[in-house]
């Protein structure tokens, strides 16, 4: 499988890089956290390290650890915009629970 973005996610990664970044791409990866186990974590990746899986879409790339790759592996990620309020948002077949107020996730692996 991969991880994808969805147009929009990748204009906003590309509107970012362009403003100066020294960036690849976008690096998305998972960390202990809330009552479900696990949350994102959304950095601009710096450089790709050896221990890296790297997919692309729409011409940007995401860099994704592979030990973090188990949890978020076939995931796509959107950029809404609501109001004041923009975020990424995540689409992943993985997770198999969530906390109620939608701060962590839990998978089988």
Do not use: W
Not at 34 to 45: E, K, P, Q, R, T
Not at 55 to 82: P, W
Request: glycine share 12%; net charge negative.
């Amino acid at each position: 499988m991969a991880v994808t973005l969805t147009e929009s996610a990748a204009k906003r990664v590309e509107d970012y890089l362009a403003k100066g970044s020294k960036g690849v791409g976008l690096r998305l990866g998972v960390k202990t956290a809330g009552c479900s186990g696990l949350a994102y974590d959304v950095d601009f990746a710096e450089e790709i390290g050896s221990n890296d899986e790297v997919f692309e879409s729409h011409g940007v790339k995401v860099v994704v650890d592979r030990e973090a790759l188990q949890h978020v592996d076939g995931t796509e990620i959107d950029f809404v915009q609501d109001g004041f309020n923009q975020q990424f948002t995540f689409n992943n077949p993985q997770v198999t629970g969530e906390c109620g107020c939608g701060e962590s996730f839990s998978t089988t692996a």
